[in-house]
C-alpha cells in the first residue's frame, strides 16, 4: 500500500522518490490538474488512480474503465502511474491510446463501459498535467465525486483489490472518425483551415474534416508537445489572430480552432473575424430551434445575454437556462433537463440526441456549423455572424488569484455586488436590474449590460468577461467599475488581457 500523500516534497529527495506528493488544490470543481513535479509527483498520480479505483467500487460500478492519453511529453508516464494505481484496486484497465477527450468519452460507448480517465491538461501551458474523470456516461465527474475523490487520495483511504487487469485496445480512434462522419454530407462546397496548435487534434480533425468531402487546409496540425507557436486555446486571442492570418492567406469559408484535447471548438469566419464561441451557440441554436421547435438550450453565465432576448430564438420558441461554468456542469444540466444542446463561452458545446450523446466534442460542433451553413447556402458565416443583434464583448480576462485564495476572494466580491444592488446602488450610472450568484457573481445594469468576476476552475485565476448590447463605452465602464472592485483585493494579481 502506498503511504499517506504528503503537499510539501521536493523534487530529488528521497522523500520525492518514496512518497507520493499530492496539492490539495489540483482537485478542481469536475477535473484534477497540477504542475508535474511541484504539484504532484508519478507516486501521487499512481495514488491518484488507486483512489480513482476505490470510488469506482465505492460507488458500485462495474470495475472497468477506459484511459487515454493527450500529446504532450509526460502524459504516457502519467497515464501508466495512473494506470498502476487503478489495477491495484482491482480495475481493469482498457487503453485506448492516444486520444482526444472526446475519443475516450466515445470509447465508453463503443466499448461499453461506465468509468472514464482521459489524462490531459487541456489547454494548459507545458508542464500541467490532469485527468478528466466519469463513471456515468456521458457525465464527468462534478463536486461531490471530486470531493469524495479528494478524501480518499489526501487521506490514503485507497485499497487494494484482486482483479486488476490491462488491455491495450486498438481501432477506437478510426471507429470514432467514422462515427464522426457517417451519414454526414454537404452538398455546399467549403473550404475549411483546420487549425490545431500542434495539440493532439491534429491526428484527428483534419482527416475527419477531409472524410466529409470538405477542402482542408491544416494548420499547425504537426503534433510537436513543445506548441511552438501558442498554446492550442480556441479561446486566446494568439491563436485565434494565427487563424485570421490563415483566413486571409487561404481566401476559407472559416477556420475551425480545436484545443489540446480537442473537446473545444473556436471560430473565425470568412472575413477573418473572431466569433465568440457563445455567438457561435446562438447562430446553431437558431438553426435547430428552426427545426425542432421549443427546442430548449443550457448555456453557461459567461455566455452572452441572446440567448435571451434574440428575436430569432423567442419566435422559434427557444427556451434557455443560464447555469454554472464549465463542461461539467453544463453537460449535466443539459442531460437531466433534456436540453438539445448546451454551449459554453470557452467553446465546449454539448449536443444531445439526435445530434450526439451529450459530451463535449470540437468536433461534433463544427460538424454542427457546418451543417448550418450547408441549410443556408445563400449566406456566408460573416453573413450570418451580422445577422446577429449588436453586442460588445469583451475577451474573457484572467487575473492571476492563487488557488487557495481565489474562492475566498470571490465570495468577498460577490457580497460587495450583492450589498451594492440590496441597497439600492447603481451600476454605470444605472440602476442594477439583476445580480447572479449561481457561479460568481453576475451584475447586469438596466439596459442589459452586465459584468461577470468568477473562479477559475482550473487554473490559479479569476474569469471577467463584459458584454453590453448597447455601446462599447459601456462594456469599458463595467470592466472599470468591476476592476475597482477587484483592484482591492491584493491577493488579485496581473490580467492576462485587458479590454
Request: charged share 25%; with cysteine.
Amino acid at each position: 500500500m502506498l503511504p499517506t500523500p504528503r503537499a510539501d516534497l521536493v523534487a530529488n529527495t528521497l522523500a520525492f522518490e518514496t512518497t507520493p506528493l499530492v496539492k490539495p488544490t489540483g482537485f478542481r470543481e469536475y477535473d484534477a490538474r497540477w504542475v508535474l513535479e511541484k504539484e504532484i509527483n508519478l507516486l501521487g498520480i499512481q495514488a491518484l488512480g488507486q483512489g480513482l479505483g476505490t470510488l469506482i467500487r465505492e460507488m458500485g460500478k462495474a470495475p472497468r474503465i477506459v484511459v487515454g492519453h493527450d500529446f504532450r511529453s509526460y502524459s504516457i508516464s502519467i497515464k501508466q502511474a495512473l494506470t498502476v494505481g487503478l489495477m491495484d484496486a482491482g480495475i481493469e484497465v482498457n487503453d485506448i491510446g492516444l486520444a482526444l477527450s472526446p475519443t475516450a468519452y466515445f470509447a465508453q460507448f463503443d466499448l461499453d463501459i461506465d468509468c472514464v480517465a482521459m489524462v490531459t491538461a487541456s489547454h494548459n501551458e507545458n508542464g500541467w498535467t490532469g485527468v478528466k474523470m466519469g463513471a456515468a456516461r456521458p457525465l464527468t465527474f462534478g463536486p461531490d465525486e471530486m470531493g469524495r475523490l479528494k478524501d480518499i487520495v489526501l487521506k490514503g483511504e485507497y485499497k487494494t483489490f484482486p482483479g486488476g487487469a490491462y488491455k491495450y485496445v486498438e481501432g477506437v480512434r478510426e471507429r470514432y472518425i467514422e462515427d464522426l462522419v457517417e451519414g454526414v454530407s454537404f452538398t455546399r462546397k467549403m473550404k475549411v483551415i483546420a487549425a490545431c496548435g500542434n495539440g493532439t487534434a491534429g491526428a484527428f480533425a483534419p482527416e475527419t474534416l477531409e472524410r466529409l468531402g470538405l477542402e482542408v487546409i491544416p494548420m499547425d496540425a504537426e503534433l510537436d508537445y513543445t506548441f511552438p507557436r501558442y498554446n492550442p486555446n480556441p479561446e486566446d486571442m494568439e491563436m485565434l489572430n494565427a487563424m485570421k492570418v490563415a483566413i486571409n492567406e487561404h481566401g476559407a469559408d472559416l477556420a475551425l480552432g480545436f484545443d489540446g484535447d480537442g473537446d473545444r471548438c473556436g471560430v473565425v469566419d470568412d472575413e477573418g473575424e473572431e466569433i465568440f464561441a457563445d455567438k457561435i451557440g446562438v447562430l446553431i441554436a437558431r438553426d435547430l430551434s428552426a427545426l425542432n421547435p421549443n427546442a430548449q438550450f443550457v448555456v453557461d453565465v459567461k455566455s452572452t445575454g441572446l440567448f435571451a432576448t434574440d428575436p430569432v430564438l423567442i419566435k422559434n420558441g427557444a427556451k434557455t437556462v443560464y447555469w454554472k461554468t464549465g463542461h461539467s456542469y453544463i453537460k449535466r444540466k443539459s442531460h437531466e433537463i433534456g436540453a438539445l444542446a448546451g454551449f459554453e463561452k470557452s467553446g465546449h458545446f454539448f449536443f444531445n440526441e439526435p445530434i450526439g450523446r451529450g459530451y463535449d466534442d470540437g468536433l461534433v460542433a463544427a460538424i454542427a456549423l457546418l451543417q448550418m451553413l450547408d441549410r443556408k447556402p445563400e449566406l456566408k458565416l460573416s453573413d450570418m455572424r451580422k445577422s446577429l443583434p449588436m453586442t460588445y464583448q469583451s475577451p474573457t480576462m484572467s487575473p492571476h488569484c492563487d488557488d487557495e485564495k481565489k474562492y475566498g476572494v470571490v465570495e468577498k466580491i460577490v457580497a460587495t455586488f450583492v450589498e451594492r444592488a440590496n441597497s439600492g446602488g447603481e451600476i454605470i450610472g444605472q440602476k442594477i436590474r439583476d445580480v447572479v450568484t449561481v457561479n460568481g457573481v453576475r451584475i447586469t445594469a438596466e439596459d442589459g449590460t452586465w459584468g461577470l468576476v468568477r473562479a477559475s476552475s482550473n487554473k490559479p485565476e479569476l474569469v471577467v468577461v463584459i458584454e453590453s448590447p448597447t455601446s462599447e463605452e459601456n462594456m469599458k465602464a463595467m470592466f472599470a467599475e468591476l476592476d475597482a472592485v477587484l483592484q482591492q483585493h491584493p491577493e488579485i494579481g496581473k490580467y492576462n488581457q485587458k479590454i
